[in-house]
Nanobody
Framework: QLQLMESGGGSVQAGGSLRLSCSVS????????MGWYRQIPGKAREGIAT???????SYRGPAKGRFTVSKDNAKNILYLDMNDLTPSDSGTYYC?????????????????????WGQGTQVSVSS
């Protein structure tokens, strides 16, 4: 069973930065899609950013220009660099992986059916 483990969350002030990491127990170099998602208590999980096998990146609106998704295939780690954070960025961040395309939605923040999920890391941004 593939395992994903997030790290790097924490508490920061508005305007600050964080780097989230997602360590994966398998070889991610050929994974169809990987992504970051956020959930706020009482609300549905929402896509933040995705990166596909060819390193094409997609971002949900508020993340554009402030967040960068990347991956290190040699280390099997997915990253999310978050800059200029605001309180609305707070929540639990999850990484997810879809190793092979399953005929569903293309890789992007709107895709929620991923095969594997991490346990989440908490991000809290204070004003």
């Amino acid at each position: 069973q593939l395992q994903l483990m997030e790290s790097g969350g924490g508490s920061v002030q508005a305007g600050g930065s964080l780097r989230l990491s997602c360590s994966v127990s398998g070889d991610i170099s050929n994974y169809y899609c990987m992504g970051w998602y956020r959930q706020i208590p009482g609300k549905a999980r929402e896509g933040i950013a995705t990166i596909d096998k060819g390193d094409a990146r997609s971002y949900r609106g508020p993340a554009k220009g402030r967040f960068t998704v990347s991956k290190d295939n040699a280390k099997n780690i997915l990253y999310l660099d978050m800059n200029d954070l605001t309180p609305s960025d707070s929540g639990t961040y999850y990484c997810a992986a879809l190793p092979e395309f399953d005929g569903g939605a293309w890789c992007g923040p709107g895709r929620y059916t991923m095969d594997y999920w991490g346990q989440g890391t908490q991000v809290s941004v204070s004003s």
